[in-house]
């Protein structure tokens, strides 16, 4: 195993607890926060992140933060106006084109601003996290939504892996704040990559990522286990998926039964037959809908933003950090296993009983996966 360690790894498996102590640090800051989200939705939630915010900007504290405007459609008349009055300094990473209001960080022509809009359109900041004085590190699959909450949404509120961790990586994760926030034009430069934080905000972090993750699964030798909400994987990890399982290795994948994105669900489903003829043992997660990304291979670990999909692979910005604790990796191991206990083994044959409307609809999707 990895000799890298956090010096300190807090692991959270519920919305609640996760926020919760989230809160507790916002309030405890003293210097800077710099927080990323891709929904920032209102709700319960977003008010009290939004009240906390605004009370560490109005002691002093320097607050940055950058919403996803496609994520957070929103955002812009539900909270922006008050955070800007508290002192702290909002960006957009992208927003629809057809608003055309100029927005922090903008240029000053309208047409400028327009083909600003359309360059970015695929390019989203899919990252969630929150950095506190440079020195504690809050990530995770969590949007800012109440959907997270089981105080709001009880046994629905949806599945979710979130970590805090302190340690000299983190500062990896204030560059790449940094970057974000000077632009999307910025985000291709060349940066050294850190290890224990898995990035795609460069050249040089895209390339060490999509390296550690198939350089991994490739050295396994007991274990390949993944769960992920979205699964339209690029082909090289799929086929390395169908290799390894060929091989003998345990690969296994759950994915939720219940979905927020329906068409994600469909245009899996040729893919999920096709593993599950070629040995990957493939479960339905039934109780809620699991929105958690977990990475597993032999006793290495991630959790964070990155989904098994073109989107996450290609196109937009992520974050994940590497668990190095062994009480939280056995925690991740055990739940998993429990994840398992509660899922149903995926019917292969469930493309040729779906109707001919959905396996023609599938089909095209699938034209578009790309994008997806």
Not at 78 to 102: C, E, H, M, N, T
Not at 128 to 157: M, P, Q, T, Y
Not at 215 to 228: D, F, P, Y
Request: glycine share 6%; net charge positive.
């Amino acid at each position: 195993m990895d000799s890298l360690k956090w010096e300190k790894e807090t692991l959270y498996t519920t919305g609640d607890d996760y926020f919760a102590g989230l809160l507790r640090s916002i309030e405890n800051s003293s210097t800077s926060i710099e927080m990323e989200s891709y929904i920032f939705e209102r709700g319960v939630l977003a008010d009290r992140l939004v009240t906390a915010l605004c009370a560490a900007a109005g002691r002093g504290v320097r607050v940055r933060l950058i919403v996803d405007g496609l994520g957070s459609p929103g955002f812009v008349d539900d909270y922006w106006p008050r955070l800007r009055q508290s002192g702290a300094r909002v960006r957009f990473f992208r927003v629809f084109p057809w608003i055309i209001k100029r927005l922090p960080g903008d240029p000053a022509s309208l047409w400028q601003r327009l083909a600003l809009r359309l360059r970015q359109m695929n390019r989203g900041n899919h990252r969630k996290f929150c950095l506190l004085d440079k020195n504690e590190l809050w990530v995770g699959s969590f949007n800012v939504s109440d959907v997270h909450l089981r105080e709001v949404h009880g046994d629905e509120a949806w599945k979710d892996t979130g970590v805090c961790v302190r340690g000299p990586d983190i500062r990896y994760a204030f560059r790449a704040f940094n970057r974000a926030w000077r632009g999307w034009t910025a985000l291709n430069w060349p940066a050294r990559s850190p290890k224990l934080l898995l990035l795609n905000d460069s050249f040089l972090h895209k390339r060490r990522t999509r390296l550690e993750h198939v350089t991994r699964i490739k050295k396994a030798t007991q274990r390949v286990w993944l769960a992920t909400p979205y699964f339209v994987p690029v082909g090289h990890l799929y086929r390395l998926l169908v290799r390894r399982a060929r091989q003998g290795l345990d690969v296994r994948l759950i994915i939720p039964s219940k979905n927020d994105v329906w068409i994600m669900k469909w245009m899996s489903v040729p893919l999920l037959r096709g593993l599950c003829k070629k040995g990957v043992k493939v479960y339905v997660y039934e109780p809620r809908f699991s929105h958690q990304k977990l990475f597993i291979a032999d006793d290495w670990i991630s959790v964070g933003s990155t989904n098994l999909n073109h989107r996450s692979f290609l196109h937009d910005l992520e974050m994940d950090v590497v668990i190095t604790h062994e009480d939280n990796r056995q925690r991740i191991l055990d739940g998993f296993v429990e994840d398992q206990r509660m899922s149903q083994p995926f019917d292969s044959s469930s493309w040729s009983h779906l109707p001919l409307w959905k396996r023609l609809f599938s089909s095209v999707f699938m034209l578009a996966k790309y994008w997806s």
